[in-house]
């Protein structure tokens, strides 16, 4: 046990939120509670670092237990979310700065790749300064790329959704297959096929010609000839071809099928719910005359809380409170991990791994998951996948519409006056 | 009570489906085994009309009970479905012969405005012809577009699943609003508004800066400037600017938007997943340098059972009761109807219309619900809305996934011989 560091703690949300994204949240604010000779006030801050850095608080300890409660189910970034990456030293010593300020000793950052990054400058930069205060990343991404953790929350929820509506589309085709029925669904991914895997566990076990028929990835260099192919090749045994797709395809030279010259504030390459379904739907068009349907869940994937996955929601939750169990103890510069035990039924601990490890680190899909066909997935990845999505989390429905909460507790005051651009 | 009329009975799907429409099927199959007086054989159709020129039959009453009851909450057309329209005299009378062969006296005829025409014309050729039948028409479809009846089965179950999607996406958006996000959702209807106008819904009570901002309808003529202004006045007051489009936009002249030449076996334009989102897309992207997020729900709307309305449900089963009880009763030529009492609180009761005021008829949505502001819906739809996704049908998960069922009985054997192309 460290020395006892005494001071507020502050909860905070980046990147793109996932469906479990405030489940993460509620297992930070119900674990600090309990830790009142540690933590004072619990602080929530709004808009990510961004809004860090201008002082944007709030006090969750204010906020009632059945919004707490309700954060387990509500989708989207309750605190408010940014995509901004601090830039220069004097960004750090602004964020130090403002937790001086506040007498912030704890830091909780719920993010993916880029926020890992974000977090474990903070921490050194409070090292260097000397400045006392503990630093945990919370894994957060449906994209499933964070290394060292075996998933990471949101992912779970996403394949639920999309494998879910994977079996009913393949209900719906399969009695309409008095023709050639193409459907291309395109799912979030655009430099892994971890979602687009993931549609492969709606295929019924012993069900070999249930949908998803082939699913493209970004880690397959996309072919249009074997495309074709692949595609008549089902429409031989099949009443109709269900292809997923990732948004981000690339061809054998790795650039993106579907060009965009956007970027993201990260550099990454933007994607606006992509343009990868009409790309093969007028491939496969202009070479075989059949035209498809296209569905394209965009960031109804990310949000669809209404069918989570009680797992995944646990240990989002199990993630918070792990992460304050940490800082309590005295860890800094790490992020929490879900560590999958080596055992025949599912069993996931939280465990912790240092920020170094993981900021900008990207976990790629394991292409021994992938058969040699390239476009479905083998027992192995079934065997990783399942678990993440069993059971369901109960949304709670008012006048036949979830009942989402919002949080509405007071703004802490701001300490240093005027807000600063960073 | 007229004669009683002893035989067989057959039950068929036609057109696209929605998420209950096999709740219907359940009701007729429930219903029909109580009047074994009346009742012999409980055949399913395969395929619509168009496996019924071929004997295409399974023996229902042989499926066990918990596929009947699976029904409830399976979507897609659990028999089989078809788009395809009987032209010549001789397409009727080979009907009427198959009928007859397999002494088929009930016939009911799950489907939209073009499947009651065919009902209709069925009934005419047996009544010419002096064969026993009796046809009754049940209604199904998530356009909502059939006259006479209050609304149809299958669209509380689709605006249901829209609306709920639509403020799982105000979540996510809400907490991402740090720059102007435009967001584009595409939902079905092709000539009519009655799934967008779902959409508004979402709104929770009190809270008019709830999305969907703007609502798209085929029956408002689309004005590029006029649209850039509404989304422009949007961004003024809110943080993200949803849109809500049908699949169907028509300019001033009635045009389609995104013009397209190709036809369905009924004549319709036939709309692939649509093209609004990315035209909707660009003008914005031209005119305000704002790029826009996109979400085509596509068929998913149409099988989203996992996001069904429990009142959809119900009626649409309640439906099936009607009309076998009805045909019983020795009604022909006639469609169920659902219809809406004049209370305070919602009842629905079911009646009959005649199918020749329905066949081939539209009902238009109601012009005084669309508010002035061309992109907005009034009280009044509300109103009549909200009663029709009131409670949640109860899908059962295993392993993660909806457990569908699948109708498996054995085939009729065939007494005419070969199958008869019509």
């Known amino acids: ?35 009142e000779d540690y933590i004072e006030e619990i602080y929530g801050g709004r808009n990510g670092i961004q809004g860090i850095t201008n002082e944007e608080f709030v006090n969750l300890a204010e906020e009632s237990q059945l919004v707490i409660r309700g954060l387990r189910y509500t989708p989207g970034p309750a605190l408010g979310s940014c995509r901004f990456k601090l830039k220069k030293q004097e960004d750090y010593d602004r964020v130090l700065k403002v937790f001086e ?24 930069a409070a090292v260097a300064k000397g400045q006392p205060l503990r630093v945990i990343g919370l894994p957060k991404t449906m994209d499933n790329d964070l290394p060292i953790t075996d998933h990471c929350p949101g992912y779970g929820s996403v394949i639920k959704y999309v494998a879910t509506t994977i079996r009913e589309l393949a209900c719906d085709h ?34 070999p010609h249930d949908p998803p028929h082939i699913i493209l990835m970004p880690e397959i260099a996309f072919n249009p000839q074997k495309f074709v192919a692949d595609v008549q090749n089902v429409l031989k045994s099949e ?9 981000g395809l690339v061809d054998e030279n790795g650039n993106y099928v579907t060009a965009s010259t956007k970027r993201d504030a990260f550099g990454h390459v933007a994607f606006g719910g992509g343009g990868n379904a009409e790309y093969l739907r007028d491939i496969l068009e202009k070479e075989t005359g059949i035209g498809a349907k296209i569905t394209k869940l965009g ?26 169990q940490a800082a309590i103890k005295g860890e800094s510069g790490k992020m929490v991990t879900l560590l999958r035990a080596d055992s025949s039924d599912y069993k996931c601990e939280t465990g912790l791994a240092s920020l170094s490890e993981i900021a900008n680190q990207v976990k790629p899909f394991p292409s021994q998951w992938v058969n040699e066909d390239g476009i479905s997935l083998n027992y192995q990845f079934h065997k990783y ?32 006056g005027e807000s600063q651009t960073v």
């Open 239 to 247: 009443k109709f071809c269900m292809v997923v797709a990732s948004e």
């Open 385 to 416: 996948a399942t678990p993440l999505i069993a059971g369901e989390v109960q949304v709670p429905f008012e006048n036949g519409l979830p009942n989402f909460v919002r949080i509405s507790s007071a703004k802490v005051e701001k300490k240093l």
């Open 1 to 35: 046990m460290s020395e006892n560091l005494i001071g507020n703690c502050l909860v905070a949300q980046s990147g793109g939120p996932t469906s479990v994204i405030n489940s993460t949240l509620a297992g930070v604010v119900t674990e600090a509670l309990k830790h």
């Open 174 to 207: 399969s009695g309409m297959g008095n023709h050639d029925l193409i459907s291309i669904v395109e799912v979030m991914g655009r430099t892994a096929g971890w979602v687009a895997a993931g549609a492969s566990l709606a295929k019924r076990k012993d069900h």
């Open 101 to 124: 300020a506040h007498n912030i000793r704890y830091f909780f950052y719920i993010g993916g790749n880029d926020s890992q990054d974000t977090s474990l400058k903070i921490h050194e």
């Open 299 to 324: 960031y109804a994937q990310r949000a669809a809380a209404h069918c989570s996955s009680k797992t995944d929601s646990d240990e989002a939750f199990a993630s918070g409170v792990a992460a304050v």
